[in-house]
C-alpha cells in the first residue's frame, strides 16, 4: 500500500528522474563537511562557558552548522527541479 501527499507549487522538488551528477556530487561535499565540522575535536574547540545571546556557544555553532546545512542542502535539491 502507497501513499502520495499531493503538493501544489510547494517546496517538494518534482520528481523527474534521476539527479544531476554535479548536484549529487554537492551533496556528498556537504555530507563530508558536516562529518569533518560536527567532528569531536572540533566541537571542543566551541566548548567554553561563553555564551552567544544567552546561548552557550557549543549549541549555537551545532545549531548553525546544522541550519547552514539545510539551506544549501534545500538550495542544491530545488536547483535541479
Known amino acids: 500500500m502507497s501513499y502520495s501527499i499531493p503538493v501544489k507549487n510547494g517546496i517538494f ?3 523527474n528522474g534521476a539527479m544531476k551528477k554535479r548536484h549529487q556530487q554537492k551533496l556528498v561535499i556537504l555530507s563530508i563537511g558536516l ?3 560536527l ?3 572540533i566541537l571542543f ?4 562557558e561563553e555564551a ?13 552548522v546544522w541550519f547552514i546545512s539545510i ?3 534545500f538550495t ?6
Do not use: Q, W
Not at 45 to 48: A, G, P, T, V
Open 13 to 15: 522538488p518534482k520528481d
Open 35 to 37: 562529518i569533518i565540522f
Open 39 to 41: 567532528n569531536i575535536p
Open 45 to 48: 574547540i566551541f566548548n567554553s
Open 52 to 64: 552567544v545571546l544567552g546561548i552557550p556557544v557549543l549549541y549555537a555553532y551545532i545549531f548553525l
Open 71 to 73: 539551506i544549501i542542502t
Open 76 to 81: 542544491v535539491i530545488n536547483k535541479y527541479a
